[in-house]
């Protein structure tokens, strides 16, 4: 009888993060301490006790060796199968005393990832073109503040972001055959004078860039990504292709969506320091407290289970 494989993307990384008790390989998920939907109450789309209800129902996934496959059954002349486990609901943590459980990172398995570089950090000194097609309306996967994540994270680093550029476009044009043909100008700058360095090596047309349907340059230039990311006013390509924000930023994180497990605080700490904006919710503390029973993520003091590297 052959092992069973574990079918999983932590599984291809357990040289790295290394195995739990039960054999299986660690991961770096962590919901403890996240308020969900704590941008929507402190704008006052939803009420305090709307806020609470989420969070105590929230919970997260079961640890590994609890999970169980989906349940699907394939019906006679019936071409799709049906998953009578609808969005894996059997695998979410039980709730106890009206609270769900949250899931737990392994530290040991966040060191591994940003030791092993699986985790981009901002040190990038080549010529980049960050190119995507704006897909946020159809709620696509390939969502825009990626690019954005990955310039505060190169600024964050060495101060600027300036050797990468951000093109993104309608959908119904493909602007990777320019991407290449600039790219190569681009490359035969530094060919053609070592000497040069990448940012003064950039082509002078080349720069953050919007584009339409037809593949026509709608706007370009410094500041036309500017916007919530960065707090300042909307740019001219982000008012056209407008960024949605992520569940993890609207629960409070920063832009750079770098942090894997939050340090916590006191949810005393958390209202004396403003957490819930203008809203009066003090009475609402001892059932926070219950909701949170470890408190709440403190994203001023970064990544929990980032290491300290040197040289990086």
Not at 34 to 46: E, H, M
Not at 201 to 228: E, H, M
């Amino acid at each position: 009888m052959s092992e069973q494989v574990n079918w999983n993307y932590w599984e291809d990384l357990n040289g790295l993060v290394g195995r739990d008790a039960n054999g299986f390989a660690k991961t770096t998920w962590d919901n403890v301490g996240v308020q969900y939907g704590l941008q929507a109450l402190k704008d006052r789309n939803i009420d305090v006790e709307t806020f609470i209800e989420l969070n105590q129902k929230i919970g997260g996934w079961r640890q590994q060796a609890q999970l169980k496959a989906e349940n699907i059954k394939q019906i006679p002349l019936i071409k799709w199968p049906l998953w009578l486990s609808l969005w894996g609901n059997h695998n979410i943590t039980d709730t106890e005393n009206g609270i769900a459980a949250r899931h737990q990172a392994d530290l040991e398995a966040i060191e591994g990832a940003y030791r092993s570089g699986q985790v981009f950090v901002g040190k990038l000194s080549l010529p980049t073109l960050d190119i995507r097609h704006y897909l946020e309306e159809d709620l696509d996967m390939h969502h825009m503040s990626a690019s954005f994540n990955t310039r505060i994270r190169i600024e964050q680093h060495q101060g600027n972001a300036d050797n990468q550029i951000i093109w993104v476009s309608h959908k119904d044009f493909n602007p990777v055959v320019r991407g290449f043909e600039v790219m190569d100008q681009w490359m035969d700058n530094l060919r053609n004078d070592p000497q040069r360095d990448v940012v003064k090596a950039i082509p002078p047309y080349l720069s953050d860039s919007c584009f339409n349907q037809d593949g026509k340059i709608i706007n370009q230039g410094a500041t036309v990504w500017d916007g919530r990311w960065n707090k300042k006013t909307k740019g001219a390509c982000s008012e056209i292709y407008p960024m949605f924000s992520t569940v993890r930023i609207a629960a409070g994180a920063t832009w750079e969506a770098s942090i894997f497990k939050c340090h916590l605080q006191s949810i005393g700490m958390a209202l004396e320091k403003g957490i819930y904006g203008r809203l009066d919710i003090g009475g609402y503390q001892k059932i926070l407290e219950k909701t949170f029973p470890n408190g709440v993520c403190d994203y001023d003091k970064g990544d929990l289970g980032r290491p300290t590297m040197i040289g990086i």
